[in-house]
């Protein structure tokens, strides 16, 4: 068989005795010269922010955000620009997706709607001196609707007033999670190592390297904290005792910096900043989250016997459950924001029916209720499914309590504010035509009735 094959070929017979056998060569593939990335390049450039574009044309008139224009009525509907120094403490808090529009702009700017007003007024009422009252708030509404903007609104309005803000952010460079992973996902996906807390009743659970990487992030966001000194040496303790000497007269940031550069202290160090932080005299604080159905579920983490560990259990989630469910104060006043996310959350039956029971108690107009009981009570809140096991870690967070915790639900926008934004889209070079009546009420049903998210889809994303 071999000797035929051999003939076809052109050849005049098999090799002489003696001569080198004849062999076939296979083609051989060219090899790859190509550079190939580093290490952490390719996670580098997937969650990059990038908040300017050089090749977008510039706004002229454009007016930077101050505590003064935060509450004028007068711009509702205009889109001002952020400054400078506040985009480097908003990119230090995290404050930024990768997968908002900000890379279609010359510079960062963000719309003033109705909610931003509301949200600057309520900032100069609990600034004024005297004012040390606090709330606490759940930002609910579909996907788009404005959830994450709002909370960096909220924290500029809240840097304007020099409040002290602690973000637990969207995005975590310590993680490998994609772009559209939440924060409450990076913590509970179990990418972090993670250890029980001494003399933690019950057994709470610590991740140092995330909880070192959220001091770096406050020391950095917040230069207020340079003018703060330790009020006295911390006190030697048995039970959790900060293994590195802690000078007396340190500054809060250089105190968070120290904790950030040494993961094994990082807890106690970050248990440290939020009791100086408590202390009368202090600026106010405002603490937000996103993502906040990650953390009302079971984790990826295991206790030692190989049982789910709830959300609630990890350390850095309790703490901030204890301010959003009130049983943490906040002595000196301030705010507690949390947002929800509907592109990318699990499905947590306790937390909706909590959130709707919340909504449908402060609109006081409730549907019928369903079952038998509608006929003794035809109106009320949604009755509970008795076959259903809630999570009662979660229902205790929603109790009512004086001060108690609110919902917000963000609808779309106005057609007023929807023109706003399409002549900002348009005096950017992005929206190559002419805003009329026509087109605003075109792009303003067609995202659903102002819904931001589907209306830079239909006039920016769509377009380019």
């Known amino acids: ?53 050089s090749n977008a044309l510039e706004v002229k008139g454009m007016q930077d955000i101050t505590a003064e224009l935060a509450v004028d009525a007068q711009l509702q509907g205009k889109v ?17 997706k990768p997968t908002q529009g900000w890379s279609f702009f010359r510079r960062p700017g963000t719309l003033i ?10 900032f100069d009422e609990m ?24 909370l960096l609104q909220a924290m500029t309005m809240a ?13 975590n460079p310590l993680k490998t999670s994609p772009p559209n992973k939440s924060l409450g996902q990076d913590i509970v996906i179990g990418h972090t190592e993670y250890a029980p807390l001494p003399q933690s009743s019950p057994t709470l659970y610590a991740q140092r390297s995330y909880v070192a990487k959220l001091l770096s992030s406050i020391s950095r966001a917040n230069p207020i904290l340079e003018t703060i000194t330790l009020s006295s040496a911390p006190e030697p303790s048995t039970s959790s005792p900060i293994p590195i000497p802690i000078p007396p007269s340190i500054s809060l940031s250089r105190l968070a910096l120290l904790g950030s ?3 094994e202290s990082a807890h106690q160090i970050f248990d440290l900043l939020i009791q100086e932080l408590s202390l009368p005299g202090r600026p106010r604080l405002l603490i937000c989250i996103d993502g906040l159905a990650h953390v009302m579920t079971d984790s990826a983490y295991r206790s030692p016997a190989f049982e789910p560990l709830h959300a609630h259990q990890l350390a850095i989630v309790n703490w901030f459950m204890g301010y959003l469910s009130g049983a943490s104060p906040l002595p000196n006043g301030g705010m507690v924001l949390a947002a929800t996310s509907q592109s990318n959350a699990p499905n ?18 409730s549907p019928p209720r369903a079952g038998p009981s509608s006929i003794s009570q035809p109106y009320g809140p949604p009755l509970r499914d008795p076959f259903t096991r809630h999570d009662e870690r979660v229902l205790s967070v929603f109790e009512s309590k004086p001060q108690g915790l609110d919902v917000q639900r963000l609808a779309g926008i106005t057609k007023e504010e929807a023109r706003g934004l399409l002549e900002y889209y348009a005096q950017s070079g992005i929206l190559r035509q002419r805003v009329s009546d026509g087109l605003v009420a075109e792009k303003w049903s067609v995202s659903g009735g102002g819904v931001v998210g589907e209306l830079e889809r239909a006039s920016i994303r769509m377009e380019i």
Do not use: H
Not at 134 to 142: A, D, H, Q, T, Y
Not at 162 to 170: S, T, Y
């Open 113 to 122: 709607r109705k909610e931003t007003v509301q949200y600057g007024k309520l």
């Open 127 to 150: 600034s004024k001196d005297g004012e040390k009252w606090s709330m606490r708030r759940v930002l609910i509404g579909e996907r788009g609707s404005g959830k994450t903007v709002m």
């Open 159 to 171: 840097f304007l007033k020099d409040w002290v803000v602690i973000n637990l952010p969207e995005e």
């Open 348 to 365: 947590v039956p306790t937390l909706n029916i909590a959130l709707t029971e919340l909504e449908e108690s402060q609109s006081g107009v």
């Open 261 to 263: 550069q040494d993961a």
């Open 80 to 96: 001002i620009g952020i400054p400078g120094p506040l985009i480097d403490r908003l990119r230090a808090a995290d404050a930024f």
């Open 1 to 53: 068989m071999q000797d035929r094959r051999f003939l076809a070929r052109g050849n005049s017979g098999p090799p002489k005795r003696g001569s080198r056998n004849f062999r076939l060569t296979k083609t051989k593939r060219s090899k790859d010269t190509g550079k190939r990335p580093l290490p952490g390049e390719r996670k580098a450039m997937r969650k990059r922010v990038v908040l300017s574009n």
